[in-house]
């Protein structure tokens, strides 16, 4: 081998991983991703009854609102779009959901009666001997009555619709040297129940009425000194239709007219159409009582 002859060296590298693969992963797996996401929303329209198919076309054909559909005219509003019987079937069950919460739920349920009505959904705190809700002879609720009231503020407060509050006593009349009757007796009873609703929730405009009808809506008309002829009643009402847009033909209502006739579970007719309170007079306190209701 000729000494002034360079060596050749030969380097051998081992294998291992490439080099760097760039970002095309990650878009395929952002497209997976969205792939998957669009079929779960597919699988769960597909399982979603009518009116929530309806309220999701409404808001893609119609997006800033213009339309009749729940999807988009009352987007926003609230966990509460009752425009019918059955959606308020839906809103009883939740509301007595929300009441079984309560601490002492168990010792008030039966004095809690909650019907669908012509009016709109009628929530009833019904007293018994000893004054469940008030205080006997007086328009100052009990604890179990605020803490009642507070839960239903709690949820009635999160729905678009109005409220009517009404006040109701039995036949036994009431004796005071002020003039203080029934009437302003069932009348400071609803308000009193729409002080604490304002103050856990339901909103300054939400309440439509507040009506004292004394011993003139008897539940049990067969005993007029029934201790559940003494009740307050919040009435949830139906919303109004959304009005038609130009050139299109108004949808009826579902719901039936109002004022009609319930029965309870007595067999005895409940109150028809309510009109307007009766005798609003508020001012004085009964100084004495000789009958409690």
């Known amino acids: 081998m000729d000494p002034n002859q360079q060596p050749i060296i030969i380097k051998k590298k081992k294998g291992g991983h490439g080099g760097h693969h760039g970002g095309a992963w990650k878009v395929a797996y952002a497209d997976f991703v969205t792939a998957m996401m669009a079929l779960f929303i597919v699988l769960w329209l597909l399982s979603s009854d009518e009116k929530v198919k309806q309220a999701v076309g409404g808001y893609f ?10 999807g988009s005219t009352l987007a926003g509003s609230g966990d509460g779009l009752q425009l019918n019987k059955d959606d308020m079937s839906q809103l009883k ?21 909650i019907t669908v009505t012509g009016e709109g959904l009628r929530i009833e705190l019904l007293e018994d001997e000893k004054g469940m809700f008030f205080q006997s002879g007086s328009p100052d609720p009990s604890d179990m ?4 009231v507070s839960k239903l503020a ?11 509050l ?42 439509a009425q507040v009506r004292g009808f004394a011993d003139q809506r008897l539940r049990v008309t067969g005993e ?6 003494r009740r307050v009643s919040v009435i949830v009402q139906y919303l109004e239709p959304p009005k038609p847009a130009p050139g ?13 006739a319930k029965a309870d579970g007595h067999g005895e007719k409940k109150a028809e159409a309510h009109g307007e309170a009766k005798d609003a007079g508020h001012g004085a ?3 004495e009582a000789g009958k409690k209701h």
């Open 166 to 207: 009404e006040g109701h006593t039995d036949a036994k009349p009431f004796a005071s040297v002020n003039g203080y009757s029934n009437w302003e007796l069932s009348s400071d009873r609803a308000n009193a129940a729409r002080r604490i609703m304002m103050e856990h929730g339901v909103r300054p405009d939400q309440v």
């Open 145 to 148: 009555g605020v803490e009642l």
């Open 154 to 164: 709690e949820e009635l407060g999160k729905l678009p619709n109005k409220l009517f």
């Open 61 to 70: 054909s119609d997006p800033t609102g213009n339309g009749k559909l729940m």
């Open 248 to 260: 299109e033909e108004p949808k009826e209502e579902a719901g039936g007219g109002h004022g009609e």
């Open 224 to 229: 007029p000194d029934h201790a559940s002829n």
């Open 285 to 287: 306190k009964p100084a």
């Open 93 to 113: 069950e939740k509301i007595e959901a929300a009441l079984k919460q309560a601490p002492e739920f168990r010792k008030m349920s039966k004095n809690i009666q």
